[in-house]
Structure formats: structure tokens, C-alpha cells
């Protein structure tokens, strides 16, 4: 089965109720929305999917941070019976050194999902970027063996790394990401906080960055994967507008 997502910023929930009717009106085609557990907002994004749900949104998958999780401790969402899905990340360090941490990896709290709240389908991170190739690769089927249902890859920027992961990931369920980079500082933002390394003749300009989200898209639909997009620091309608009718 095909997906197509859209990762939204939880900021409030006014906000993201609002940011959820404009995505669906440029994209009626999407079937999901993303949310990643930010600690600089007020909403966590288990808290957002129970808004988004409320709206009726159709999916919703939120992000869950391995590290906030305190051994033994509840595990979020758990105990919402209309949750489906989530997605387990390491975790961002806090930016407030007052927010509690521990030392867990997302492997661990993949395994106790699947331990303690099997009724989830639990999907797991994976980024080509951040470290050697053969390291990620070993960490893919650690969280294989945890019991990860698939994967979303951090976005991706260039059909040659976009080739080369679908090698990497045969057999998978994955969702494919990808996000626009428009203008010089969003791709400084990238290479210094993601590590990506963009081709050199990489365009930021946003007809360029849907041209290459329209590639992603139709790569997903002709192996019969599953995508999302990341619409960072662009208006929704000018982004997701364009992108109409691509992946279904």
C-alpha cells in the first residue's frame, strides 16, 4: 500500500490544526500526517495526534524520543487506543539543560513497544548521512531485529543517495523523505546539523526543489513504497500545491 505524508511542525494546537487544513487542501492526496516531538514547543506530538485526530485527520504517526523515556517508566501513547503507528528517534539533545534524559537507545525502546504495546506498529530512523555507511547499516538491522515494521529515511537530496539506500533498504517497508532546501541558509542549515552533502550543482530555488520532490515521489510510487515530504520554512500551498496528482 501507498502513503503519502506530511510532516507538520506541532508549534500549538491552534496552529497545527490550521497548518493540517492547508496541507490538506494543496494535497487532498495525502493519507498521513508526520509529527516530530519538538521540546522547544509546548506540544508534544503524541498530544498533537490526538488533536489531529479529533479533526478528523485520517493517519496520523508521531515521533517518540528514546531518550525522555525514564526506565520502567510509561511509554507515550501506549495507552491511546485510536494510535496506530509511531516512529522512534534517538532524540535531539534537550535545549533546556533542566529536561531529564536517559541513556537509551531508540533499539531499546523499539523492543519495549513491541513488548508492551503490540498493537502499535512501531517504524524506526534511517539516515545515510550521519555516520560511515557500514555503521548505519549494522544499526538498520539492530532495529530490524527489535522489531522496527520499517523505516522513514531522513530526507534526501539527490537521486544517487536516493538509489543507492533503496539498495540498502530492499525488503523494507520505507518511507521516503524529502524536504526543500531553499536558499543558502537552509542548506547551511542542512550540511552543519544533518552532515549532508549536496550535489555540487545542487539548485535551492523552490521550482527546483519540486521538481526534485515530483522525482522522489514517482521513484516511491514505481517501487510501490511509501513517502513524505517536510515542508520546512515554505508556504504549504506553493510546495504541496505543485505536487497534486504525482504519487497516486
Do not use: C
Not at 22 to 41: G, Q
Request: no cysteine; hydrophobic share 45%.
Amino acid at each position: 500500500m501507498r502513503r503519502l505524508a506530511v510532516e507538520l511542525i506541532p508549534r500549538d494546537r491552534a496552529r497545527l490544526l490550521d497548518d493540517y487544513a492547508a496541507a490538506r487542501e494543496a494535497l487532498p492526496e495525502m493519507t498521513d500526517v508526520n509529527l516530530p516531538d519538538l521540546l522547544r514547543m509546548p506540544l508534544r506530538s503524541w498530544e498533537g495526534a490526538s488533536a489531529l485526530r479529533s479533526a478528523g485527520a485520517p493517519g496520523v504517526i508521531p515521533h517518540i524520543r528514546a531518550t525522555d523515556i525514564a526506565p520502567g517508566g510509561p511509554l507515550p501513547g501506549a495507552g491511546e487506543p485510536e494510535l496506530r503507528e509511531i516512529l522512534v528517534v534517538a532524540g535531539d539533545p534537550p535545549p533546556d539543560e533542566t529536561h531529564r534524559t536517559y541513556p537509551n537507545t531508540s533499539i531499546e525502546i523499539i523492543a519495549r513497544y513491541r513488548r508492551e504495546a503490540p498493537h502499535l506498529k512501531v517504524y524506526a530512523a534511517f539516515d545515510p548521512y550521519r555516520r560511515a555507511p557500514y555503521l548505519e547499516l549494522e544499526e538498520v538491522q539492530r532495529k530490524r531485529d527489535a522489531g522496527a515494521a520499517g523505516f522513514f529515511t531522513q530526507p534526501l537530496f539527490d537521486r544517487r543517495m536516493l538509489e543507492l539506500s533503496a539498495e540498502w533498504l530492499v525488503g523494507d517497508t520505507v518511507f521516503w523523505g524529502v524536504s526543500p532546501v531553499v536558499g543558502p541558509k537552509s542548506r547551511a542549515y542542512w550540511e552543519r546539523v544533518n552532515h549532508v552533502v549536496f550535489p555540487r550543482d545542487f539548485d535551492t530555488g523552490l521550482d527546483a526543489n519540486v521538481a526534485f520532490a515530483r522525482e522522489v515521489l514517482n521513484f516511491a510510487k514505481a517501487r510501490g513504497d511509501n513517502a513524505y515530504l517536510m515542508p520546512l520554512r515554505v508556504d504549504l500551498a506553493a510546495y504541496l500545491g505543485p505536487l497534486r496528482d504525482v504519487f497516486f
